[in-house]
């Protein structure tokens, strides 16, 4: 199934979905893929409030846009690597966890598909600035990431047990 498709398949069941990737075998360059895509989403999604801080402040935006593209492409996933080694961790320290791979699919995909949210959070901030709607917007963010990646951790759990 496209990429797409299982994105707005897993704003109706997140955990069926990572099943299916998990079910289509240990692919470390899928986690990867969906990993770069998913950041470099999120750096996309930057961009509308970049422009606004160099317009309002007066900061170069090229150098703006420069420190987050090295953020999000180098940076985070490395921390997102070490985020998903963890939770593999404590699943196991705690008689029960996914596989490595299954931890790293799991958060991986949660940042993949929430991606559409963290694009309306960047418009959001772009066009309408701080308030009480940028922040709504990134508590609705922080929950549709939240459930994407406890249930796909709880699906990864369930599809290494069976």
Known sequence: MAATRDIVATYRGPGRVVRR???QGAREDRALIYLMIGCLLVFVAQTPRLARQAYVTGEDLGMLMGGTLMAWLFIAPLILYAVAA???LAGR???RGPGGYGARIALFWALLAAAPVMLLWGLTAGFVGPGIELNLVGLLWLGVFGWF????YRAAMVEQAG
């Open 21 to 23: 990737l998990l079910g």
């Open 86 to 88: 963890l939770s593999h």
């Open 93 to 95: 320290a705690f008689g």
């Open 149 to 152: 990646w406890a249930a796909g």
